[in-house]
């Protein structure tokens, strides 16, 4: 089983930033992907950004050169860092995590707020 914490959320002014983390705990060893989601209200939940064990990373197109992905093997942390943020950015934002073995993990979610 694995356990993922989403941290940093909040309310950001548009062209803003934040940084979300998401700390994996438990039997972390079978991860091979790492990545972040999101739902706003009414739409589907969709991939925003993901990287590999090997470091390769994958974005969204609407957030390529505003957002970057970031892993901390030693802390077992993945970071998003999201700058010049757009009110279209708001959502509920999940950490994700797939094995080896296809099964997939989220964290609970954590909400971001473009508002000014």
């Known amino acids: 089983q694995v356990q993922l914490v989403e941290s940093g959320g909040g309310l950001v002014q548009p062209g803003g930033s934040l940084r979300l983390s998401c700390a994996a705990s438990?039997?972390?060893?079978?991860?091979?992907?790492r990545g972040w989601y999101r739902q706003a209200p009414g739409n589907q939940r969709e991939l925003v950004a993901s990287?590999?064990?090997?470091?390769?990373?994958n974005y969204a197109d609407s957030v390529k050169d505003r957002f970057t992905i970031s892993r901390d093997n030693a802390k077992n942390t993945v970071d998003l860092q999201m700058n010049n943020l757009e009110s279209g950015d708001a959502a509920v934002f999940f950490c994700?995590?797939?094995?080896?073995?296809?099964?997939?993990?989220w964290g609970q979610g954590t909400q971001v707020t473009v508002s000014s």
């Open positions: 990287i590999t064990n090997s470091g390769s990373t």
């Open positions: 994700a995590a797939r094995a080896f073995t296809a099964r997939e993990y």
């Open positions: 438990g039997s972390i060893f079978g991860i091979i992907v």
